[in-house]
């Protein structure tokens, strides 16, 4: 499959710059570089992922966003800007992008985020499930049989890569970079991932029958109903 991606950027050297290193990596890349020429290309054509820049001429990159996510939930969304203030931020998420990077930021970087939204593969609808387990991800509530049950944000982040990847064994070095954003493993990180699948185990499994979220010794951890 072709992985495309979208660079929506008012600035021609920083979109030539980010268009040739995509595309360096493989990638198919197209620009816009106004909202409303954004607003087309995602009304017209599919990506895999839309980089996409807030401060904008016309349109900005907010709305571009909110008229994606009318109909969208399946396109990756980066922002990609100079602000930095927590209010954008959030506002960002709350929009419904899926991940935030800060200008000026290492190409590399870039690359390896947009990587994991790809790994992250395509959502159906706004709940990742396994078993009788069920996690929320826009309101952000996760049970299991019907009961609620109380998460950090950490925890609700672990699980939900952990169910993002069914049935498939999720390794540390992954959650090391995906969920505390560390580049490496180190022996204190992992002695915190641990202390956080044994939190999540008591919350998880332990009320209920039947485990769902498996050690594989030496690898990592996989969220999967016990074979009977
Ligand atoms: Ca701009």
């Known amino acids: 499959m072709t992985r495309t991606v979208l660079i929506v950027e008012d600035e021609p050297k920083v979109a030539a710059a980010l268009c040739e290193g995509l595309e ?8 816009a570089a106004t909202g409303e020429d954004a607003f087309f290309r995602i009304s017209t054509e599919s990506f895999s992922v839309v980089l996409l820049d807030l401060a904008l ?3 900005d990159g907010l709305a571009v966003l909110q008229a994606l996510r009318r109909n ?13 203030t927590l209010a954008d931020r959030v506002a ?13 930021f290492a190409f590399a970087e870039l690359v390896a985020r947009i990587r994991a939204l790809e790994r992250r593969g395509r959502v159906v609808g706004p709940t990742l499930a396994q078993a009788d387990l069920q996690l ?29 990847a ?23 990180l992992d ?10 185990r008591k919350k998880v499994d332990e009320p209920c029958d039947g485990r769902l979220i498996h050690t594989v010794r ?10 009977s």
Not at 24 to 31: D, P
Not at 136 to 160: H, M, N, P, Q, Y
């Open 166 to 188: 069914p049935g498939q064994v999720v390794s540390r070095d992954t959650l090391a970079r995906e969920v505390w954003q560390e580049r490496e493993r180190t022996p204190t």
């Open 57 to 59: 001429p016309g349109r």
């Open 92 to 104: 960002g998420l709350d929009a419904g992008a899926d991940d935030y990077l800060v200008k000026p």
């Open 24 to 31: 360096g990596e493989g990638y198919a890349v197209a620009v």
């Open 136 to 164: 929320d991800l826009w309101s952000r509530k996760v049970s299991r049989g019907g009961r609620a049950i109380d998460l950090t944000a950490r925890e609700f982040t672990l699980l939900e890569h952990l169910l993002r």
């Open 191 to 200: 002695n915190v991932i641990d202390a956080h699948i044994a939190r999540l």
């Open 72 to 84: 969208d939930s399946d396109t990756r969304v980066l922002i990609l800007t100079a602000r930095d």
């Open 218 to 227: 030496g690898v990592g951890f996989v969220v999967r109903e016990e074979a």
